[in-house]
């Protein structure tokens, strides 16, 4: 199975700063089948990238994802304050799709 | 609009088995591939396995297997997940959750969870 490696655990920010997230995989990701997702305390996650690149439907333009590969990055580009919750990464480009242990955004 | 509606919250003594249900509505279930993902009180997120509605075809990761098992009843739309042996580690809100091309786009949509406690 794919192992997923989140960096950092936790990050402190502003509202208002860039939010650099990594997501580094054991291996390539097939297809670079390789979504994020946030979720807020109580609630499921809600997607907010797939496929490395494409942002889902309603997420707002400043969340934005790259990368290929083994290595990929989920940009916020200026933090608002609903914005400081968990984030994960998923691969499903394999048969057995796995999570990364996420990262926590807090306001600095 | 697709919704997944799931069982209520369970208590489960230690070897016992959890049974939990997805009531899937607005689309049709044999044209679904189901997964199943558990979070752990203050943990993060864990996938336990997939379900191609459509071909029947299930894989479990590999913590799950062999405890693990995943039914439908398509003439009620209800995807069904099973877990045996439960230990106190078991403790954890379980999802199952999809995603739906429409068109250029993707759905990704979840149930609203389970809570299964597993306690003596």
């Known amino acids: 199975e794919i192992v997923l490696t989140q960096s950092p655990g936790t990050l402190s920010l502003s509202p208002g700063e860039r939010a650099t997230l990594s997501c580094r995989a054991s291996q390539s990701v097939s297809r670079n089948y390789l979504a994020w997702y946030q979720q807020k305390p109580g609630q499921a996650p809600r997607l907010l990238i797939y496929?490395?690149?494409r942002r889902a439907t309603g997420i707002p333009d400043r969340f934005s994802g790259s990368g290929s590969g083994t290595d990929f990055t989920l940009t916020i580009s200026r933090l608002e304050p609903e914005d400081f919750v968990v984030y994960y990464c998923?691969?499903?480009?394999?048969?057995?799709?796995?999570f990364g242990q996420g990262t926590k955004l807090e306001i600095k | 609009q697709v919704q997944l509606v799931q069982s209520g919250a369970e208590v489960k003594k230690p070897g016992a088995s959890v049974k939990v249900s997805c009531k899937v509505s607005g689309y049709i279930l044999s044209e679904l591939s189901m997964n199943w993902v558990r979070q752990a009180p203050g943990k993060g997120l864990e996938w336990m396995g997939a379900?191609?509605?459509?071909?029947?075809?299930?894989t479990y990761a590999q913590k799950f297997q062999g405890r693990v098992t995943v039914t439908e009843d398509t003439s009620t739309d209800t995807v069904y997940m099973e877990l045996s042996s439960l230990k106190s580690e078991d403790t954890a809100v379980y999802y199952c959750a999809t995603r739906i091309w429409f068109g250029e786009s993707l759905g990704d949509f979840w149930g609203q969870g389970t809570l299964v406690t597993v306690s003596s």
């Open positions: 998923q691969q499903y480009g394999s048969s057995r799709g796995t």
């Open positions: 379900f191609d509605v459509k071909d029947g075809d299930t």
């Open positions: 496929d490395a690149s």
